[in-house]
């Protein structure tokens, strides 16, 4: 799980920069920031086949604007 402190028209390209490389986008949240008009913070949910390695991680972590917030394991229905 991703945090982003954006604004609304800068979200398709950090989308576009995370889902490089199999990283799929499960969802993204979006909260206003409060400290500027038209600034939010999407809380972006990713999933990734056999899991994030330490590598995807610092390449995720690179992207600007985007924090690691944590990992979660999930359970299939």
């Known amino acids: ?3 982003a402190n954006i604004t609304g ?24 920031e409060g400290s500027a008009l038209g600034t939010y913070r999407y809380v972006i949910e ?6 994030f390695d330490d590598a995807e991680l ?3 972590e690179g992207i600007d604007r985007l ?9 299939e229905v």
């Open 58 to 60: 610092k390449r995720l």
């Open 9 to 32: 028209e800068q979200l398709p390209g950090v989308l576009a920069k995370v889902c490089e490389g199999g990283t799929e986008l499960v969802c993204a949240h979006d909260r206003p």
């Open 46 to 51: 990713l999933a990734r086949e056999g899991g």
């Open 67 to 75: 924090t690691y917030l944590g990992s979660y394991g999930c359970v």
């Open 1 to 3: 799980m991703f945090v």
